[in-house]
């Protein structure tokens, strides 16, 4: 397992979820840095990027909201056995993770700069938003989409250059819900799952592992 060194992981502050912009910036900063530290180590096994967002970005990801969310208006809960739903709650965890895995595989060394604190007494969604700089090439918008969850923050989605991840995993499985059921849709989260992570350039061009 990689880690960060000690000195490393003393300078990075502890997260505070109970206010959205700053669970964002420092989550996202402890991602970035755990990556950049491992660049070495993922350049020879892309798969540690599973274990990063599973170890950094999952304890603050409300997957269960955005599990339901995936499945669309066409799921019924009551017409769903508690085992198939505690399989696909599981299931899609690990998709998460394997998503998240592959919109990051292109992280290498980029500035991310977070955007200000905002006022956020009284709201149940905050969206944060980010800028990832590399070089001379254009920067790209980030959005992370967090909600309340009892008293602390916690992200759904995450939005690129306008592209919702969570909108694109409704429009893929919600037909799929509606002609097949749930099953298929956990067949078919487990086969990308089962698919190696690819690490990527900025402009979608896969870079080779060492």
Do not use: C, H
Request: glycine share 4%; proline share 5%.
């Amino acid at each position: 397992m990689v880690v960060l060194p000690v000195s490393a992981q003393d300078s990075l502050p502890e997260v505070n979820s109970q206010d959205p912009y700053k669970m964002v910036e420092q989550v996202g900063n402890r991602t970035f840095e755990r990556i950049k530290s491992s660049k070495q180590e993922i350049a020879a096994n892309p798969e540690i990027l599973r274990d990063i967002m599973d170890e950094e970005l999952m304890p603050y990801i409300d997957y269960q909201y955005s599990a339901f969310k995936v499945l669309g208006k066409y799921f019924d809960m009551k017409k769903t056995d508690r085992e198939t739903l505690i399989e696909y709650i599981r299931v899609f965890r690990q998709y998460l993770v394997t998503s998240y895995a592959d919109a990051l595989s292109y992280y290498d060394d980029q500035e991310v700069l977070f955007s200000p604190p905002q006022e956020f007494e009284g709201d149940k969604t905050v969206t944060v938003r980010a800028l990832i700089r590399d070089g001379e090439r254009p920067d790209i918008k980030v959005a992370f989409k967090v909600r309340k969850k009892d008293k602390e923050w916690k992200a759904y989605d995450m939005v690129a250059e306008g592209i919702s991840m969570l909108q694109n995993e409704i429009k893929q499985y919600e037909p799929v819900m509606r002609t097949e059921g749930i099953e298929k849709v956990i067949e078919i989260m487990r086969e990308r799952i089962a698919k190696p992570i690819q690490l990527k350039s900025l402009d979608g061009s896969t870079r080779e592992a060492d």
